[in-house]
């Protein structure tokens, strides 16, 4: 189901969030590896989080949003299954996601003994008691089913979140694609371009966009002004890297601005910049 896909990006791109939903220190996902897996007896695993050193429990991961009497029995069957395929010394334990209580089987009583133990846990999204200021994967999570009426400003929370988690452009991007995959889930009826005004997500690209191409024109200044002499070189360096960066940012939006469709002439007035410098980059991508 669509809930699964998302689930398995966001423990893929964040898999410290499994740890901290089950309240285990979120450190513990450094030691481990995130896959999805196919059974050789039909089973599909949702996520399964191995460990990469010994002396770790393996984490059965699975979604459930809709209503299933059999939900325990298929989820142990792929434990099982896993462990004869695989190595039955391994210690495990499983993790079961429900939206609510009312979609967990109501006939628990072959699987009481395994639910109350050390290897089971079970979380119920509609109950679960969010931080004050929750990390940016529990935040992801708290988007699935919060009320439309908070949806703008705990969107406005992801972004800020996702501004200062992500290392690089590449990080970045693939988080606020994650949350543009969720948001059309539930905003069904919009396209992703609608949901991008809606959310203002544009702002959160094109702000990473300047500050990289700001940082990358200052690297590549000061190496300038530093080839001119050493006692003008940072100076100059960082002047030339400010007007470079500039550059460089008002050239990725010129590109960007261009794909969307705008004219030359709307471009040249929303960035202020010549109509011969709008054509120019327009032209030419950016290498």
């Known amino acids: 189901m669509e809930t699964d896909s998302f689930f398995c990006n966001l423990f893929k791109r964040l898999p410290e969030t499994l740890f901290e939903l089950i309240h285990q220190p979120p450190e513990l996902a450094r030691s481990y590896r995130f896959d999805a897996v196919e059974l050789k007896k039909a089973f599909r695993i949702d996520g399964l989080f191995r460990p990469t050193r010994a002396g ?9 949003y809709h209503a299933s009497p059999k939900f325990y029995a298929n989820l142990l069957a792929k434990v099982f299954c896993f462990l004869e395929e695989n190595d039955p010394t391994q210690d495990w334990a499983a993790v079961a996601i429900f939206s609510s209580r009312s979609v967990e089987p109501k006939a628990l009583g072959p699987y009481e003994a395994v639910l109350h133990s050390r290897h089971f846990h079970r979380v119920y999204l509609d109950e679960y008691a969010m931080p004050v200021d929750p990390p940016l994967g529990l935040s992801l999570i708290r988007l699935v089913s919060a009320p439309d009426s908070e949806m703008r400003e705990l969107v406005d929370r992801v972004k800020r979140k996702v501004d200062a988690h992500a290392p690089d452009s590449d990080a970045e991007e693939n988080l606020i694609e994650l949350v543009e995959e969720l948001l059309m889930r539930r ?15 544009h702002d959160l690209r094109d702000t990473r966009v300047w500050r990289d191409a700001v940082q990358e024109g200052i ?10 002499g050493i006692e003008q070189g940072i100076e100059q360096g960082i002047e030339q890297g400010i007007e470079k960066g500039r550059t460089l940012a008002q050239r990725e939006m010129v590109q960007k601005c261009t794909a969307r469709g705008m004219s030359a002439k709307q471009i040249a007035e929303l960035l202020g910049i010549s109509l011969k410098d709008v054509r120019r980059w327009a032209k030419r991508p950016r290498k």
């Not at 690297?219 to 001119?228: K, V």
Request: aromatic residues 12%; hydrophobic residues 35%.
């Open 56 to 64: 770790l429990p393996l984490y059965f991961l699975e979604v459930q």
């Open 187 to 201: 905003f069904n009826e919009q396209s992703r371009e609608e949901i991008r005004k809606m959310f203002q997500l």
């Open 219 to 228: 690297e590549q200044g000061i190496e300038q002004g530093i080839e001119q």
